[in-house]
Nanobody
Framework: QVQLVESGGGLVQPGGSLRLSCAAS????????MAWFRQAPGKQRDLVAS???????NYADSVKGRFTISRDNAKNTVYLQMNSLKPEDTAVYYC???????????????WGQGTQVTVSS
């Protein structure tokens, strides 16, 4: 079994900062790409940022210059540092990872349970 557990969401005022964390655990052989998605009420789930196993990053235009994705491969953890938050950043944020499980060939997609981020005064 593999689990992704997110933490760090909450309520923050506009202009504030939050740091999300997502730790993968279980029978993991290797983790490839990791990413953060978000879904606002009534909207589809969209990619926020992604990072490859080698550290290459990609960001949605709406968060460029404000959000930073990083990972600690030794801890199987991905982070999302969110600065200058805006009300339109309010959403449930989901962690995603592409993982090869120990002893099981093939690359599978895994999702975290989601963490709420609310930006409001």
């Amino acid at each position: 079994q593999v689990q992704l557990v997110e933490s760090g969401g909450g309520l923050v005022q506009p202009g504030g900062s939050l740091r999300l964390s997502c730790a993968a655990s279980g029978s993991i052989f290797s983790i490839y790409g990791m990413a953060w998605f978000r879904q606002a009420p009534g909207k589809q789930r969209d990619l926020v940022a992604s990072i490859s196993s080698g550290g290459s990053t990609n960001y949605a235009d709406s968060v460029k210059g404000r959000f930073t994705i990083s990972r600690d491969n030794a801890k199987n953890t991905v982070y999302l540092q969110m600065n200058s938050l805006k009300p339109e950043d309010t959403a449930v944020y989901y962690c995603h990872a592409q993982i090869i499980r120990s002893g099981i060939p093939g690359l599978d997609d895994y999702w975290g349970q989601g963490t709420q981020v609310t930006v409001s005064s």
